[in-house]
Structures are given as C-alpha cells and as structure tokens.
C-alpha cells in the first residue's frame, strides 16, 4: 500500500495521554480526563484570544484582581471556560485561580484532585498581539473525599505536584506538560480541533545565551542580580523580554536562556505567584534537566502559607541559575 499518498497526521494529545496512562500502574482514568478537560477550555480560550480583535473582548474588564492588578477582559473570560471546563470534568474538587481570592468549589466533591492556574498570564499583551500563556498545575487532595476541597489541599508546596503545563497562545498554540515522566509539547491544528505531538520529550540546555528580565527595575534589584546581568553583558549574551512569562519561559526551555524576576522595591517577594506560575514552571523546567530558584532557594520546597503568595524565580538552565544563585551567595557573604 502506498501510504505516501496519506501520511500520518501524527499522535494527538488525547492518544498520548491515554498511551502514557500505563505510566501510572494504578491509574483509573481521572488524572487524563482532567488533562482532557484542560485542553478542552485551552482550545476555547485559543478560539476567543484569535477572534479578540473582531469580539468587544480586548481591554480593560473595570475590575481590579486580588492582586490588585487590572484585570483584562480576556482574563475574566479564560477564567470562566477553565472553571467550567474543570468543574464539569468532575474530577477536580477545588480550584485556586489568580483570577479569585478564595478557593473555588467545583461541587464534586467526590475529585480526587486540586488544580492551581492563572488562567490567562500577560494578559496586558493581549491588545497589542503578543504572546500570552495559561499556566496551570495539580495536585492530589489530601482531605478524605465526599467533601468541599479544603485549604491544605491547596497549600502543598511543589514537590507534591503530580502534573504542571502551560499553554503558549503564540505564532502558533502550544500545550507543554508533564506529569513527573519527562515535558512533551503539543501544537494546536486548528482545522482539525487537535493538539498533536509535535516537541516530544523536551530536555533544556544545560546553559545558554540569553537573559529575560525587566531591567527598567534594575536599581532596586539585590546587588547579587545586579553582578549577574554585568555579568550577561561582559559575556555577550542576548537580552530578551516579552514581559510575558509563559513566552519567555518557553523560548528559554526550547533555546536555553534563564529569566530572572527578583525581589524589586515595588515588588518586595517578587512578583510571580508560587502557587501558579513558579511552582507549575519549577515542576516542567526540572523535569526538563533546567532549574528553578528564589536565587537562594529551591522554589518546589517552599512551604506555601498563603494561596497568592509571591517569590522571587530565577528559572531555566541549570548552570545559568547556578550562576545567579553563586552571585547572590557572594553578595550575600560581603553584606
Ligand atoms: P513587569 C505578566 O503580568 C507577568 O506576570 C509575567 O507574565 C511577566 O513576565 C511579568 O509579569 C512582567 O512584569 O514588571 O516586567 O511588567
């Protein structure tokens, strides 16, 4: 048979969850209906970012976030189509969501499992057409079933993840995850409705040449930062910065890079959220062979005590984070 005349359209995401499923001796099915149901509002949300300039959903929503931060309209809207999706999914018991102050009760009580997200990160991007991400990670509650999810169900620092993805909305949309065996990548087609296989298997750089930060804060940024970026410069490196997370930190992974948001006087803990931006980036890029640090710490290993609590992120290739880590140690030893 003459398969040239057709070639394989390649595995889809559905496919390769359920493959990977054997993974988890003891699997039941619920962690890839979760995973199903986060692609499901992925490809929603996708569909309403590309159609924004067309639908009165670019701009301001007219509310402020817990974070105090302008909320989008988009925000608000990917906000509902991942609650939605997760909540009918049936598997997930509570959500915590930059977009909400309190945890979200999804009513199944009976879900084996937490998700931490922000729904829609650098949303500010979204009227001027860069790239914009939804990150997301899940945990295993802890509470005995048959209720509503509880506060230490949420508050599990990011060892205890058992998935973290992202999804890039970019020159084209992309869900990257993992679930503890390794970073796939998968491509949206939107003709047909499908992610497909398309970055199996990412592994990072162990080092790099590019550097993602907001120098516009520099002066108030920790001298141990301060001598890293001299450092960057005397080197040669690239400076690149999108100011959108997701995209800085999926070039970074696929290239080799490191970003850096430290501690600032506007941002006194940093500005990245632990439970949902660090913690679910920190899972991938280890998992990925890079690393993710407070420059002093292990990001996976804060115990988290509030559930928007901020840190500083150093993340991305092993020995650049290493790098900035020995700068901030030897600061650290002449302060
Ligand atoms: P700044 C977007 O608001 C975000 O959370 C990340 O996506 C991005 O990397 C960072 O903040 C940009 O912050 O202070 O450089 O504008």
Redesign the pocket.
């Known amino acids: 048979m003459n398969d040239k005349l057709a070639l394989p359209v390649g595995t889809t995401l559905d496919r390769f969850i359920m493959r990977k499923q054997e993974d988890f001796p003891y699997a039941t099915g619920e962690l890839s209906q979760l995973l199903r149901d986060i692609a499901l509002a992925a490809k929603i949300v996708n569909r309403e970012i590309n159609r924004a300039g067309l639908l009165d959903v670019t701009g301001a929503y007219g509310n402020q976030n817990v974070q105090g931060e302008e909320q989008q309209k988009l925000d608000v809207i990917a906000n509902i189509r991942f609650i939605r999706a997760l909540r009918n999914g049936g598997e997930v018991c509570a959500i915590i969501s930059e977009e909400e102050e309190d945890i979200i009760q999804t009513g199944n009580t009976k879900g084996k499992y937490i998700v931490a997200m922000d729904p829609l990160?650098?949303s500010?991007n979204i009227d001027v057409n860069v790239s914009i991400g939804t990150i997301f990670s899940v945990y295993r509650r802890t509470s005995e079933t048959g209720c509503d999810g509880t506060l230490e169900d949420c508050l599990q620092n990011g060892t205890r993840q058992i998935a973290a993805g992202y999804i890039v909305y970019g020159s084209s949309t992309m869900l990257v995850y993992t679930t503890g065996h390794g970073v796939n990548g998968f491509t949206y087609e939107p003709s047909l409705g499908e992610f497909f296989l398309s970055h199996p298997n990412i592994v990072t750089p162990r080092t790099g040449k590019i550097y993602s930060c907001?120098e516009g804060?520099a002066n108030s940024f920790p001298d141990g930062v301060k001598n890293y970026l001299n450092y960057c410069k005397e080197e040669g490196y690239s400076g690149r910065y999108i100011?959108?997370?997701?995209a800085?930190f999926h070039r970074n992974l696929l290239k080799g890079g490191v970003y850096i948001?430290p501690a600032t006087a506007k941002a006194p803990n940093g500005?990245?959220r632990l439970m949902y931006?660090c913690n679910s980036l920190a899972f991938i890029v280890e998992q990925a062979g890079g690393k993710a640090s407070t420059g002093t710490k292990r990001v996976m290993e804060i115990e988290p005590t509030e559930l928007h609590q901020r840190c500083p992120l150093v993340i991305g290739s092993a020995e650049m984070v290493e790098k900035v880590e020995e700068f901030m140690k030897a600061e650290a030893l002449v302060s």
């Open positions: 990160d650098g500010s907001n804060s100011g959108s997370l997701v800085d948001y500005k990245l931006e």
